[in-house]
T-cell receptor, first 107, second 116 residues
Framework: RKEVEQDPGPFNVPEGATVAFNCTYS??????FFWYRQDCRKEPKLLMS???SGNEDGRFTAQLNRASQYISLLIRDSKLSDSATYLC????????FGAGTRLTVKP | DTEVTQTPKHLVMGMTNKKSLKCEQH?????MYWYKQKAKKPPELMFV???????INESVPSRFSPECPNSSLLNLHLHALQPEDSALYLC???????????????FGAGTRLSVL
């Protein structure tokens, strides 16, 4: 079983749609949780950290469920510029990347 | 713009060449990382340096040799590479390796390597 698993997609949604990604992890000792965004042929960039109580940043909401060992990312009112690959990153001292979920937002 | 700088941006090398990739950060971070990323795959961790000491080598072949001359610099020396080593090589840094936000990693733009 992979340490971090994500649905690879692709997710193709119209502008304005709400889309949710999930990510499961196998190591119950994991302490750090992040969502990164990677555009084509660019480096990964931190989108948001994920906190136990859940957190929101504008149109983006991240949730952590330690009991079920998954994190989620919700994007509301999606924009064309949200098209990218979203990487789930989980770990303690060493971070492990999920395979990424490809999102395409269409006009 | 990324505060982690990688050079060169592109590199083409033959299988008998020796080349080096360079990475620099001036954020005072004490952990630095090398990743390899193939197309449509996530980054794969290669090496981790913590306080200028090699902490992790993820069973990387010896044709890849990392070096951390000081806390701001990280090099990856390449020798006798194979065509399958062609990939995007990403450097990252973090404040340290402790959880709680200190281990947020910031990536450089990468070096796109082609081995002929």
């Amino acid at each position: 079983r992979k340490e971090v698993e994500q649905d690879p997609g692709p997710f193709n949604v119209p502008e304005g749609a709400t889309v949710a990604f999930n990510c499961t992890y196998s190591n119950s000792a994991s302490q750090s949780f992040f969502w990164y965004r990677q555009d084509c042929r660019k480096e990964p960039k931190l989108l948001m950290s994920v906190y136990s109580s859940g957190n929101e940043d504008g149109r983006f909401t991240a949730q952590l469920n330690r009991a079920s060992q998954y994190i989620s990312l919700l994007i509301r009112d999606s924009k064309l510029s949200d098209s990218a690959t979203y990487l789930c990153v989980v770990g303690h001292n060493d971070m492990r990347f999920g395979a990424g979920t490809r999102l395409t937002v269409k006009p | 713009d990324t505060e982690v700088t990688q050079t060169p941006k592109h590199l083409v090398m033959g299988m008998t060449n020796k080349k080096s990739l360079k990475c620099e950060q001036h954020m005072g971070h004490r952990a630095m990382y090398w990743y390899k990323q193939k197309a449509k795959k996530p980054p794969e961790l290669m090496f981790v340096y913590s306080y200028e000491k090699l902490s992790i080598n993820e069973s990387v072949p010896s044709r890849f040799s990392p070096e951390c001359p000081n806390s701001s610099l990280l090099n990856l020396h390449l020798h006798a590479l194979q065509p399958e080593d062609s990939a995007l090589y990403l450097c990252a840094s973090s404040q340290d390796r402790a959880s709680g936000g200190g281990n947020i990693q910031y990536f450089g733009a990468g070096t796109r390597l082609s081995v002929l």
